[in-house]
């Protein structure tokens, strides 16, 4: 049978045997193609912390949300704010700042993140307590959780705590005190310290400090999950990748400014530093960096004077928050007293 098929080939004229190989090539480009794609169908249903992946990449885009945006004037969607934003310049509810917390939703390319929900988030949670230690914008995330949980229909249940440290100083002073002592063994303690500084060698003696006090040793009781910096988008040459040390924070009447990815990620040297401590201790990160990478519209900025804000972000409910609040809960479902994964 076989040498009949050679000898057929044979007598077929040369360009009736290259249809035959240029149809034979296209199915099997065809069957790769479909098998590539299948594959990314397959990654992107998983889990982003699923699989005992402590780190996974959050990589991915931002795409608008149909929601009418909460002002001052327009109160009905106010029940997703909460006194702890409201009102404040960084909660973007003031008439020229509205723009700015447009509502988006962040979507993840090569796995599933699925949008917050306090139900979720609370069997996950179980009795144990939320510590947010860190600077200004570990704090406007503590805000924004305790937002969404005091909003819910739920009555107690939910701790959600917070302990600014922005520097060496304050980390030392914390230290001196009682209050780390407050950490419970089952309680899940978020840290991020960097955005202050813009200097690659007291960013390193901050972290050297951090390893001794609570690496090599425990300097608490719970659970640590290291929370990277997030970006910032102060306008200044590509190169400068939007720090606030290139520019001391004058922006000018244009507000925050987009720079290149590669720039901004070349630039990252608080990321690059922190995350290789936190992975040779094996502590997991939840990798907020891409997230905030292209969100250079979602800042707080105050563009009627020459100094913006483009360090903090709008503490709205469909802004940068809430993604740091959907990594939470899947870190929680995934990490939590009884593992859970339940099709959404």
């Known amino acids: 049978m076989k040498i009949a098929s050679r000898v057929e080939a044979r007598l077929l004229p040369r360009s009736k045997r290259d249809d035959l190989l240029g149809d034979r090539f296209t199915r099997v480009l065809v069957l790769v193609v479909l098998l590539s794609l299948h594959l990314q ?11 005992g992946i402590t780190s996974p990449s959050l990589n991915g885009y931002w795409q608008p949300v149909s929601l009418t945006i909460p002002t001052k004037a327009n109160n009905h969607m106010l029940h997703d704010m909460c006194s702890g934003s409201l ?12 723009q700015f917390a447009s509502p988006s939703f962040w979507r993840v390319n ?22 947010l230690i860190g600077d ?19 009555q107690g249940g939910f701790q959600v705590q917070g302990l600014r440290v922005s520097h060496t100083d304050h980390f030392k002073a914390l230290l001196k005190t009682n209050r780390l002592a407050k ?12 955005v202050h500084y813009n200097a690659a060698q007291e960013y390193r003696d901050f972290l050297q400090n951090f390893e001794t006090a609570c690496l090599k040793r425990s300097c608490f009781l719970g659970t640590l999950v290291w929370i990277e910096t997030a970006a910032q988008h102060f306008p ?5 990748g939007g720090l606030f040390g290139s520019i001391r924070g004058k922006c000018g009447r244009h507000g925050c400014a987009q720079h290149s990815y590669a ?13 290789h401590l936190m992975k040779s201790y094996g502590i997991p990160i939840i990798k907020i960096w891409d997230v905030t990478a292209t969100a250079f519209n979602k800042h707080a900025q105050n563009i009627a004077g020459t100094n ?25 479902e995934a990490f939590g007293p009884k593992p859970i994964f339940v099709k959404y």
């Open 87 to 98: 009102g404040s310049v960084r909660s973007c509810t003031a008439k020229h700042m509205v």
């Open 236 to 240: 200044g040459p590509d190169k400068s």
């Open 263 to 275: 720039s901004k990620r070349k630039a990252d040297f608080r990321n690059r530093m922190a995350n």
């Open 41 to 51: 169908v397959q990654a992107a249903t998983q889990f982003c912390f699923s699989g």
């Open 183 to 194: 950490i419970k063994p089952d309680d899940v303690v978020l840290v991020n310290v960097g």
């Open 308 to 332: 913006c804000d483009c360090t903090h972000y709008c503490n709205s409910p469909w802004g940068v928050f809430r993604v740091y609040n959907r990594a939470l809960q899947a870190y929680l």
């Open 110 to 131: 090569n796995c599933s993140l699925p949008d917050f929900r306090v139900e979720r988030f609370s069997q996950a949670l179980g009795n144990r307590t939320i510590w």
């Open 136 to 154: 200004s914008l570990t704090q406007q995330h503590k805000v924004r959780l305790r937002c969404l949980l005091h909003n819910s229909d739920r």
